[in-house]
């Protein structure tokens, strides 16, 4: 082992995991500066002098890279932190409660902002409808969006506030549901949401930074340290007020919404432009909408539903414009497609552009339902599968309700890894947790997370893959490989430690598994206390 001068972190008598394939494992390792400098066995740094080294040891404890997580929507997932949850209602009825009960401590006139409402798990079966809220919140405006946030509630003011009456035409790519009287019955579909959104009281900025503060911490705890990030613009600007003020202490890529393509084409803006925590990725495209409120675009209906085919929120021929404009101008195009047809449409899209400007990390998000022939396609055309495990556990019962046999082709895991496409994983946070344990427990199980219920088994992944797809493969897509993933001198030292390893466990206990430090570029920031009282 070569010295150098100044003071370092030396590890060792740990179990470190490097998923660096040339040296899998190691006992001890050196931090210095921000990186990881040296990589080795305990009896590599025997007569290293305790002057030299600050000595940490691990006592037989796991260490991985920590995790990136390749989806989420941080500014909403802070804001989720204090919003209404409804998620793991079994009833309308329990629904109504939980909102009354969170309207009688909001002041009259504040906005009721939720989520996590999803009618198919309700035992009563009963469509959520503005004169309910209307009944117990008739003060307070409400945006309530269901759990997989391609539908919104609201109530008779929330309607009023947004303008929205019998004579207000559907917006492009989305719908306001209506009863046979023509009347908006509170529910908007798609991208009808955002008539809501646009007059939907804000917080204030110092609320925003506290909920950015407990949003970060929350990554910390979960050993996360990298994100890619789909929030809206004006959260994006918040985000680099935030980083201004107080610095992120977290690396985030920003995918910007299509609707601004214009601009970063004018401002010659390109994938990659920022710093070192915050920077711009690419831009974001909606292909379709959710499995859950069947809307994702299919090639055949919905079981119960011969007339539904999903909904296409950006045509075919409009998706092949705005990625040939993004892409040959330098933009990553990251892409949201659930159902079958939306997949391939996109890779139609994709097929469009010339191999020179297919090197940019041009990925589809979710990737839930894809033909056989298609998932070849994207691996051929270098497309990154940028996938969701927790979705499959959370929606094995919606899967065979609504598409049927076809769920075979839901969630190929992996057939996705065999057939060469690079795999990036994430939560969709604050849609599922945002916790890589849980997904890295599906992608092995593919398991409901009470056991009961389980989809195709031979879709399985290994638990280096797992682990890989919240680490290297995040790393990959974000285009950070040479910067994180990997345990590997020269690498950014992005660590957690774990008390257990998700190598051994009980492949049903994985998600039970808790951080006890993370380090971002160097610096502990969760655990120090555990770390530097051993």
Partial sequence: MTRQSGTKLLFHSGRIRTLDPSVPAAQAMVIDGGRITWTGMNRDILGVSVDEYRMINL?????????????????????????????????????????????????????????????????????????????????NPALILSKD???????SLGL???????????????????????????????????????????????????????????CHRAGVTSLGNF???????????YHNRKGLKLRIRQYIPVRFLDEMLALKLRSGFGGACLSIAGTKIFADGALGSQTALMFEPYRKNKNNYGMETTSDKEMKRLVRAAASNGIACAVHAIGDRANHQVLNAFESISRRHRKLRHRIEHVQIIRTDDLRRLAGLDIIASVQPSHCSSDIDLMKKHWGNRAKNAYPFRNLIDSGAHVAFGSDAPIEKLDPFIGIQSAVTRRSFDGTMSHQLGQRLSRVEAVAG?????????????????????????IVILEQDPFDVKPDRLKDIEVLATFFEGRCVYGKEFIYNR
């Fill in 231 to 241: 929030d809206d613009i004006d959260n994006f600007g918040l985000l680099q007020d």
């Fill in 59 to 139: 006592s037989g404890m796991t260490v991985l890279p920590s995790f990136g997580d390749a989806h989420v929507h941080f500014a909403f997932f802070a804001q989720s932190l204090s919003n209404l949850d409804l998620d793991g209602c079994t009833s309308y009825r329990e629904v109504l409660q939980r909102v009354k009960k969170y309207v009688a401590k909001l002041p009259k006139g504040a906005w009721i902002v939720g989520k996590g409402w999803s009618k198919d798990r309700w035992s009563d079966g009963r469509t959520p409808h503005k004169k309910d809220l209307d009944r117990i919140a008739p003060d």
């Fill in 149 to 155: 946030e391609h539908l919104l509630w609201t109530n």
């Fill in 470 to 494: 919240f680490s290297s493969g995040v790393a990959y897509a974000l285009g950070d490989e040479n910067l994180f993933g990997t345990i590997t001198p020269g690498k950014s030292a992005d």
């Fill in 160 to 218: 009023k506030k947004a303008g929205i009456d019998a004579a207000t035409p559907d917006p492009a790519g989305g719908k306001i549901d209506r009863d046979v009287n023509g009347e908006a019955t509170g529910i908007l579909i798609e991208n009808a949401a955002s008539l809501i959104h646009r007059v939907a009281g804000k917080p204030s900025k110092r609320d925003t930074f506290r909920m950015i503060d407990e949003a970060i911490s929350h």
